[in-house]
């Protein structure tokens, strides 16, 4: 059963420290995703990679935040430095690319900046 | 207008009950539908696609109207198991989904 991973699952951190969270997407999927959930603004999409080079990050904070794909089989998100208002939970998700795509979420890794 | 507006709820239903969620989407160039299912702390997971003729799987029926852009989701004989959120996710090109903020249906004994 093919699933996304994502580690950590819970960290947490202080103001400033730097936050790297990392996915292994399902193999053979060539799009990846990285959302943020949070109660007041729902899900969000950060950044997105087809064939691992970067397509859309206009959702991410750029002078804090980074998203990359060293290869096929990791996508990373760092938080350098990291605020409390970062704190939520960040989905990977990954698909097959096509107009009907169906993403597959991993587990989120659960964020709490103090 | 947010892209894809949804009740938050929450719903409270008893079991056996029917309940229909509704869904408004303002861009007029989406290509693609679905319903997505998150329970309390987990990840989100596809319910089912939406298709313009509707589409039925079990007690779950989905329905599309695309000149008054919206979605619905009806769900028939509601069990325990069905309690979570519902998000409405549109596609708005080039595999990019955008999500609803979800609607809470909490069915009970």
């Known amino acids: 059963d093919a699933r996304v991973t994502q580690t950590p699952r819970h960290k947490v951190t202080e103001m400033g420290q730097e936050v790297t969270m990392r996915c292994q997407p399902i193999?053979?999927?060539?799009?990846v995703f990285w959302y943020r959930q949070t109660m007041m603004q729902g899900l969000e999409l950060l950044a997105y990679?087809?064939?691992?080079?970067?397509?859309?990050d206009s959702g991410m904070p750029k002078d804090r935040f980074s998203a990359e794909m060293p290869d096929a089989t990791l996508a990373t998100l760092k938080i350098q430095p990291s605020e409390p208002r970062d704190s939520a939970v960040y989905f990977c998700?990954?698909?097959?690319?096509?107009?009907?795509?169906?993403?597959?979420f991993g587990p989120g890794t659960r964020l709490t900046v103090l | 207008r947010k892209e894809v507006e949804q009740d938050p709820g929450p719903f409270n239903v008893p079991e056996g009950a029917t309940v229909a969620f509704n869904c408004t989407y303002s861009n007029s160039a989406s290509q693609s539908f679905f319903w997505y299912r998150q329970d309390c702390r987990k990840e989100p997971k596809l319910l089912m696609s939406v298709y313009s003729s509707g589409n039925e799987d079990g007690r779950f029926t989905a329905q599309l109207n695309r000149a008054s852009q919206y979605i619905s989701l009806l769900i028939r004989d509601s069990k325990l198991s069905d309690s979570a959120t519902y998000l409405c996710v549109v596609n708005r090109g080039y595999s990019t989904l955008t999500f609803g903020k979800g609607t809470m249906l909490l069915v009970s004994p």
């Open positions: 193999l053979g999927h060539n799009t």
């Open positions: 998700a990954s698909g097959s690319g096509t107009i009907e795509d169906t993403q597959y």
């Open positions: 990679f087809r064939n691992r080079a970067p397509l859309d």
